[in-house]
């Protein structure tokens, strides 16, 4: 199984991106999906995560009204349009695909999120989103 993250750049505050990521190996139709960060520094971050269903995805307080996560079952893809981003977005951004992962509520430090690192079972390389002035 293989993750490939793309999408990432330099941009400046209150610009947008999409993240995709290009999964293989795998099927997506039945996997939950998510995205985390980190920055340089810092403790990784749960971003954002939708269960099997795509039902309810989830977002960190952070992110929310920002990010949308998506997935396309027939490109095999998951993406994350990041808007609005600020200064303290920037991080490497990482895809993870698991199964009964996008579930319950824990605090990653940041505040609550679903689904904590160790229930990820595929991890994308990365891809560095850099926000500046």
């Known amino acids: 199984v293989q993750l490939q993250a793309s999408g990432g750049g330099s941009v400046q505050p209150g610009s947008s991106l999409r993240l995709s990521c290009s999964v293989s190996?795998?099927?997506?139709?039945?996997?939950?999906v998510g995205w985390f960060r980190q920055a340089p520094g810092k403790k990784r971050e749960g971003v954002s995560c939708t269960s099997e269903s795509d039902e309810n995805p989830y977002y960190a307080n952070s992110v929310t009204g920002r990010f949308a996560i998506s997935r396309d079952i027939a490109k095999n893809t998951i993406y994350l349009q990041m808007n609005s981003l600020k200064l303290e977005d920037t991080a490497i951004y990482h895809c993870?695909?698991?199964?009964?992962?996008?579930?319950?509520?824990?605090?990653?430090?940041?505040?609550?999120?679903?689904?904590?690192?160790?229930?990820?079972?595929?991890w994308g390389q990365g891809t560095q989103v850099t926000v500046s002035s």
């Open positions: 190996g795998l099927r997506l139709h039945d996997a939950a």
């Open positions: 993870v695909i698991g199964w009964g992962a996008c579930t319950g509520i824990y605090d990653d430090g940041y505040g609550p999120f679903r689904g904590p690192e160790s229930e990820w079972s595929y």
